[in-house]
């Protein structure tokens, strides 16, 4: 929204519409896009930003009777690949439990087939935030453990 709100084309793929509109704010409400669906707005819309909300309601292009932990991973792969082609900043979201630890790593908690485990291996840096009030939010920044640079470890905001 504050990028839209700045003049900028945001497509937003969400189940959760925002209650303010903007006309760089593009809404797609598909209950389960898939990558191909999202390539192909992404080249309707050209946005500057693509956001995609609670990224586990994806679903593959076509289903093959593949786990669904497979199938998370297929479409995780084909998201990096079409942002990539696209040249666009990209922010995908994914919800984790309350009773999270922000000073433990992602992976000791989370699963390696959960939602948020699998995005690790495609989103690198991969923010974890809490936000336990409108005023308060607590991030963490994950790196996948191929990466070196780990400059940033923790953020915290209060307002």
């Given at each position: 929204m504050h990028l839209a709100a700045?003049?900028?084309?945001?497509?937003?793929?969400?189940?959760?519409?925002?209650?303010?509109s903007r006309p760089t704010l593009v809404v797609d409400k598909t209950p389960n896009p898939t990558p191909g669906l999202v390539d192909q707005a992404l080249a309707c819309v050209r946005p500057d930003l693509l956001v995609i909300e609670r990224w586990e309601r994806m679903h593959p292009d076509q289903a093959d009777g593949a786990s669904r932990t497979s199938e998370l991973e297929n479409i995780g792969?084909?998201?990096?690949?079409?942002?990539?082609?696209?040249?666009?900043?990209?922010?995908?979201?994914?919800?984790?439990?309350?009773?999270?630890?922000?000073?433990?790593?992602?992976m000791r908690w989370a699963g390696h087939d959960s939602p948020a485990g699998i995005m690790t291996e495609f989103c690198s840096p991969l923010l974890v935030l809490r936000r336990s009030s409108p005023a308060e939010v607590l991030v963490r920044l994950e790196l996948h453990t191929t990466m070196t640079d780990s400059t940033v470890r923790a953020v915290a905001w209060r307002g």
């Open positions: 700045a003049g900028k084309q945001v497509l937003l793929f969400t189940g959760y519409p925002p209650p303010l792969q084909a998201l990096k690949q079409t942002v990539l082609r696209h040249k666009l900043p990209c922010v995908v979201t994914t919800s984790l439990p309350q009773d999270m630890d922000l000073n433990r790593p992602l």
